[in-house]
Each structure stands twice: as structure tokens, then as C-alpha cells.
């Protein structure tokens, strides 16, 4: 049996995402408060009921991505409700009575699973209507569990709505979807709601360490933590994962290399610097290519996309000096650039879990990315826009091509007119200043890399009187601009760009 069927959680402990477990244990506290209709015979006994007035609610809704446990959870309820064995006082159910038994067998008369999909219309839901009346047959409470209940029609909603309103003390309804905004607010709102996320690595590795333990595996912390770091997110998928290493280890000790090794990311370091490169130099073909080649060697392209996006984040840190990574180092992307990048992978990374085509998404960005040479000399040293796109991207592209076409002279005068903005008198307002520190950073970048980056930390506070001001908050920073070297750089530069010799002054902002 499938390890995720195997070890499919059967009481709250079990349960691995740890809000579920929290929730449900505070909910079902009131549980043995539900007995129908409450005994108000003496004044003392309605006191206590009133005292006792919260029980459990009668229709749940568990919302989230697929492979988080939502079944399962509904299962556990639906047992709690009707075990023989539960004590008072006690939430779990005991797992051994024929009630736990046939639930979890999935053949109890009294608690059903519907698949939304396949029932979704008026008349499945009148015919529900209609059994909901009848008593249950053998256990205390009937328990309508609806899978995909989002998948139901209007007219189905609004036929179990008026069940839901004034259901009969009997029943217990239990809708799980993935899809959440697709269920009308009046049902959501007759529901006790749970929304889950996605499981935090702790929370799969927890899982992964019950199954391992469950099935006696040999298997090292690390293995267990990268497992986790796949599964991206899913029980699911994370218990897929492992039983598929077992296989492969046949009782061997499992251990983090061995998985890399036979999910094919073993080569993912040189893979990743690989595809920056080509993206950098903006080769179109050779960037498919490899793309095509992590398919036909089975790399996970929503791995790959994660991998890619880490990269850039260490590039975004040595960009602002805080990082001196000597990975990439022939990989010079601006911030600009970064941004896009990063934005449009993510949005790959998001488009990969439900694409068809698995890697398509993927050279999609690619194609866009690396089609639009614009990109380096027109952003050049002067905005960077709040969030650019590549649609934006391309856009501004086509407006700027489209000129060009109509008067070849356009660019060349729009390059002018940016240059000479910052060569002429240099007004004193933030713009300015930010302008002229963006080109002090382009041009000083080629020469020497970290500098650049430390300038980036850096604001101009004044220029004039044959004096510029530097302005940084950290102390590094000042030291590293003020070592003899950097500094005569940082004075040539500053020369070269306003066509005036200045005095560099560099603060410490208190
Ligand atoms: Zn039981």
C-alpha cells in the first residue's frame, strides 16, 4: 500500500499541519456537550446547560491546496463524532470499534463521501435532502463529507443552503475544496472555517520522520530535511518522494546525496549557473536547450525555478554589498534586472503546478526575456521603476521601436538629453542626485564590482561648491570608500560623469 494511504493520519495527533491540530483540539472540546436536545427539567440542569451551551459545530469547511490532509481531517471528525470507545472528556477517537474501523475502511453506511465533480447538480442535492431526514442507521451522527464542493451549481448550493440553516441534530456536513473563492459567501458563513496553507518544512519532516519511522528506514536528518525542501509544500507529494527513495535504497541508509542523486540535482549548481549565464548574454537558443535537457534527465522544473530564484537572491546581496558570494561572477545583472527576473520567475513558478507542459512556462520567461535586448542599454543607469514587468518591458520596447522607426534620430536624441541632464548644472533636488548616483554606480561598476555595490547603500546628500557629499548609514561602508584605491576611483568616476573636479566627502548618517 502507498505510503501516503498507509500512514494517512487517524486520530488529531497524527495530524502534521499544526494549526489543524491546534484548531481541532480547541473545537471538539465541546464535543460531548452535543447530545440533541438538552435535558431542561430543573433549573440546575438548565444552568448547566447553559454552561455547556458550546458544542461542536455541525458543518465544517476545510479550504487548501491539494495533499494538505483535508479528507483525512474530515475522516477523523466524522470517527471522533461516532467512536463506541471515546471517552468522556477524551477527543481522539480509539481506532479499534467497528465504527473507527468501517470509517476508515470507507465503508460506513452513515458517513458519506460525496465527490463534488460527479454530484454537483439540483437533483443530487434534493436526494440528499430527502436521506439527510432519516435517522442514521447505526451510528450516532450522519456525516456528509462533499469533496470539491466548489464544483456544485448554483442550484445546488442554494438546495443545500436551507439544510445547512436548520440542519437536523443528526447530521454533520463536512465540505473540503481547493478552491475556496468559488463557494458562495452564505455557505461559508453557516461554517465553521478552516484554511490551510501549505506545510512548513518543520511540519513535513515531521510527517516524513512518521513514516520512516513507521517503516523502520534508514534514512539521515538531512535526506529527511531535503526530501522536505522537494515536496514543496505537500504531505503528499513529501511521502510520494520518500517511498520512492526507499525503493530505490532497498534498505541501504538514505542520506541527502542519495537523493540528489536520483532526483537528478546533483549537477543542479552548474545547471543554475549555466542558465544565468546564457540568460545574461541573452542567448535564446542555448537557454532552450537546457531547459530541454533538465526534462530529459527528469529535473523537477518547479526545483529548478526555486533554485534559479536562490541565485538571484544571492545576486540581489552582493548588488547591495551585503554578500560576497564568488559564485556568478561573470553574471553582472543590474537591480533592475534582478527585479524582473525574480518577478517573472516567481510567476513561472506559480504557472508551473497547473501547466500541462511542465517546462513551459518556464521557457516562456525565457523567450521574452532574452528577445528583448532593449533591456540593458535603454534602463541603463537612470530609473528604476517601482515594479517593472516584463510586459512593461516590452511595451516600452515597442513604443520605443516604433519611434525609431518613425524618426531614426529619436534614440539617439532621448540618450542626449539623459547624459546631458546629468552633465550640465546639476540642480540640488533628490531626483537629481539620485540620477547622478546611478551613473557614478554604472560607470564605476566595470571596474570594480563590490565598490558599486556599496554605493548602492549609499545616498548623495550635496553637490556644489566643488564639493560632493556622500551619505551612508554603515561604517563598513565609510571605510570601504575611504581605502585609497576605491577612493580615487570613486573622485575619477565622479569626474568623468559631471565633467568637474570635486572634493569627495563621505558621512556617516548619524
Ligand atoms: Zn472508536
Request: net charge neutral.
Amino acid at each position: 500500500m502507498a505510503y501516503y494511504l498507509k500512514y494517512r493520519p487517524q486520530k488529531i495527533a497524527d495530524l502534521d499541519n499544526a494549526k489543524l491540530r491546534e484548531t481541532l483540539g480547541a473545537v471538539l472540546k465541546g464535543i460531548d456537550n452535543d447530545n440533541g436536545s438538552p435535558d431542561l427539567s430543573t433549573p440546575v440542569k438548565q444552568a448547566n446547560s447553559l454552561a455547556n451551551a458550546r458544542s461542536v459545530p455541525h458543518a465544517f469547511l476545510f479550504t487548501g491546496p491539494k495533499g494538505l490532509g483535508k479528507t483525512s481531517t474530515a475522516r477523523i471528525i466524522a470517527k471522533i463524532v461516532n467512536c463506541e470507545n471515546r471517552k468522556k472528556g477524551d477527543i481522539e477517537p480509539c481506532n479499534v470499534c467497528e465504527s473507527c474501523i468501517s470509517i476508515t475502511k470507507g465503508n460506513n453506511v452513515d458517513v458519506l463521501e460525496i465527490d463534488g465533480a460527479s454530484n454537483r447538480g439540483i437533483d443530487e442535492i434534493r436526494d440528499l435532502r430527502e436521506k439527510i431526514k432519516l435517522a442514521p442507521v447505526s451510528s450516532k451522527k450522519k456525516v456528509y463529507i462533499i469533496d470539491e464542493v466548489h464544483m456544485l451549481t448554483t442550484e445546488a448550493f442554494n438546495a443545500l443552503l436551507k439544510t445547512i440553516e436548520e440542519p437536523p441534530s443528526h447530521v454533520m456536513f463536512i465540505f473540503c475544496t481547493t478552491e475556496p473563492q468559488k463557494v458562495p459567501a452564505t455557505i461559508v458563513s453557516r461554517c465553521f472555517h478552516i484554511s490551510l496553507s501549505l506545510a512548513t518544512p518543520e511540519e513535513l519532516v515531521r510527517s516524513l520522520q512518521r513514516i520512516a519511522d513507521g517503516e523502520k528506514l534508514s534514512i539521515s536528518k538531512d535526506a529527511l530535511s531535503f526530501i522536505a525542501e522537494l515536496a514543496d509544500g505537500g504531505f503528499r507529494d513529501g511521502s510520494k518522494i520518500l517511498e520512492e527513495m526507499a525503493m530505490l535504497a532497498n534498505g541501504k541508509e538514505i542520506t541527502r546525496e542519495f537523493v540528489a542523486e536520483r532526483y537528478n540535482v546533483s549537477d543542479i549548481d552548474h545547471l543554475i549557473s549555466q542558465f544565468l549565464q546564457n540568460l545574461y548574454e541573452k542567448k535564446t537558443k542555448e537557454s532552450l536547450t537546457l531547459i530541454g535537457e533538465l526534462v530529459t534527465q527528469g529535473v523537477d522544473i518547479k526545483y529548478f525555478i526555486n533554485q534559479l530564484l536562490q541565485a538571484l537572491h544571492q545576486l540581489l546581496l552582493r548588488e547591495m554589498g551585503l554578500s560576497t558570494t564568488e559564485k556568478y561572477n561573470d553574471i553582472k545583472f543590474s537591480l533592475n534586472e534582478i527585479q524582473i527576473l525574480a518577478n517573472s520567475l516567481q510567476q513561472a513558478y506559480r504557472d508551473t503546478k497547473f501547466a500541462v507542459v511542465a517546462q513551459l512556462p518556464l521557457e516562456m520567461i525565457t523567450v521574452m526575456w532574452c528577445q528583448q535586448e532593449e533591456v540593458k542599454v535603454e534602463k541603463a543607469p537612470f530609473t528604476i521603476s517601482s515594479k517593472p514587468t516584463m510586459e512593461t518591458l516590452l511595451k516600452k520596447e515597442k513604443n520605443l521601436k516604433v519611434k525609431s522607426i518613425l524618426n531614426p534620430e529619436v534614440k539617439k536624441e532621448e540618450k542626449k538629453e539623459e547624459t546631458a541632464s546629468v552633465q550640465g548644472e546639476l540642480p540640488e533636488n533628490i531626483d537629481s542626485l539620485t540620477a547622478l548616483l546611478e551613473n557614478i554606480i554604472y560607470k564605476v561598476k566595470p571596474f570594480n564590482h563590490s565598490v558599486a555595490g556599496v554605493l548602492r547603500g549609499c545616498t548623495i546628500t550635496s553637490i556644489g561648491n566643488g564639493q560632493i557629499v556622500f551619505q551612508t548609514a554603515y561604517k563598513f561602508h565609510k571605510e570601504k570608500l575611504m581605502e585609497p584605491k576605491t577612493f580615487d576611483t570613486l573622485a575619477q568616476t565622479i569626474k568623468e560623469v559631471t565633467g568637474k573636479e570635486y572634493k569627495v566627502m563621505i558621512e556617516l548618517k548619524q
